[in-house]
């Protein structure tokens, strides 16, 4: 694994990118109970993480269309539902 990379998304645009395996019911209301602070934080036993998505010849140095999720798809899909239920605009 290389050096990390970061690079912003916005939290809309990952609608159809969360469903790596479903979301699993417990993990949701685990993950809905927490703030929106403690979600958002590096958590090292679940880290967010992704790589950007581009689709054909689009130019990498460009922001991406999207994030392939390889990881904290729970947390971001709370995030998500939030975004989307109008209680957090992802903007901090």
């Known amino acids: ?17 969360l469903a790596k395996h479903g979301i699993d019911p417990d993990q949701a209301k685990a993950q809905a109970i927490r703030s929106t602070e403690v979600l958002l934080q590096y958590d090292p036993d679940d880290p967010i993480r992704g790589e950007p998505y581009f689709v054909g010849d689009e130019d990498p140095t ?12 729970h947390r971001l899909n ?5 975004s ?3 209680s957090w605009t992802g903007i901090q």
């Open 1 to 17: 694994m290389g050096t990390p990379r970061f690079f912003h998304i916005r939290i809309r645009d990952l609608e159809h990118r």
């Open 62 to 73: 460009n922001p991406a269309r999207g994030l392939r999720v390889m990881g904290g798809h």
């Open 78 to 82: 709370e995030l998500y539902e939030r």
């Open 84 to 86: 989307k239920g109008g």
